[in-house]
């Protein structure tokens, strides 16, 4: 089975950082796309930064400039790196990878558990 570890989550003092890490395991072979997504207390989970298997990357307006995903593709692994982080950041993080056991096989959405991001005030 495919499996999501996710680290580096905490708590940070604003305008801190974290580098969360997202490993990727098991059965799949094939990584297309690798994201992050988040959702905060009373809110919607939200689209926080994608890569795609060409290293092209999309950000939520709200942390363009603050925020870097990146992907290590020896690793099976993707990172977000988190810069100037505000009390707003506050959410549980869920890395998000689409892929497949085969390449040219259907796709397939797998999330992981979250990571608690706490930017205290």
């Known amino acids: 089975q495919v499996q999501l570890v996710e680290s580096g989550g905490g708590l940070v003092q604003p305008g801190g950082s974290l580098r969360l890490s997202c490993a990727a395991s098991g059965s799949i072979v094939s990584l297309n796309s690798m994201g992050w997504w988040r959702q905060a207390p009373g809110k919607q989970r939200e689209l926080v930064a994608n890569?795609?298997?060409?290293?092209?990357?999309n950000y939520a307006d709200s942390v363009k400039g603050r925020f870097t995903i990146s992907r290590d593709n020896t690793k099976n692994t993707a990172y977000l790196q988190m810069n100037s982080l505000k009390p707003e950041d506050t959410a549980v993080y869920f890395c998000r990878v689409v892929g497949s056991k085969v390449s040219g096989a259907p796709l397939a959405v797998y999330w992981g558990q979250g990571t608690q991001v706490t930017v205290s005030s």
């Open positions: 890569i795609n298997s060409g290293g092209s990357t």
